[in-house]
């Protein structure tokens, strides 16, 4: 089992930038593909983006591309580095595992973080 915690959440204003970060508590982190996903009140949890096992690949969502970042490193950590921070990226965002390819469903990805609350101001 993959324990998840997601942090570096909070309050932004628009144009701004937050790193997130994801720390893993299992040995084998290094085997899964890791996902950030968000939810907005109201609405339902979406892609943001993807890392393969080796970090050779990624993926990002069209919204957010050139403005997010996806990353790992062999602590057992995964990162979503967010600049140009707009209103409509205020969600929670949730951090999560996949034994599988990189994927942009979550019904792909196997373990979930609790989620970190990002709020940008306009």
């Known amino acids: 089992q993959v324990q998840l915690v997601e942090s570096g959440g909070g309050l932004v204003q628009a144009g701004g930038s937050l790193r997130l970060s994801c720390a893993a508590s299992?040995?084998?982190?290094?085997?899964?593909?890791m996902g950030w996903f968000r939810q907005a009140p109201g609405k339902e949890r979406e892609f943001v983006a993807a890392?393969?096992?080796?970090?050779?690949?990624t993926y990002v969502q069209d919204s957010v591309k050139g403005r997010f970042t996806i990353s790992r490193d062999n602590a057992k950590k995964t990162y979503l580095q967010m600049n140009s921070l707009k209103p409509e990226d205020t969600a929670v965002y949730y951090c999560?595992?996949?034994?599988?390819?990189?994927?942009?469903?979550?019904?792909?990805?196997?373990?979930w973080g609790q989620g970190t609350q990002v709020t940008v101001s306009s």
């Open positions: 890392i393969s096992v080796s970090g050779g690949s």
């Open positions: 999560a595992a996949s034994n599988g390819p990189v994927r942009t469903s979550g019904y792909d990805y196997d373990y």
């Open positions: 299992e040995h084998t982190f290094l085997r899964y593909t």
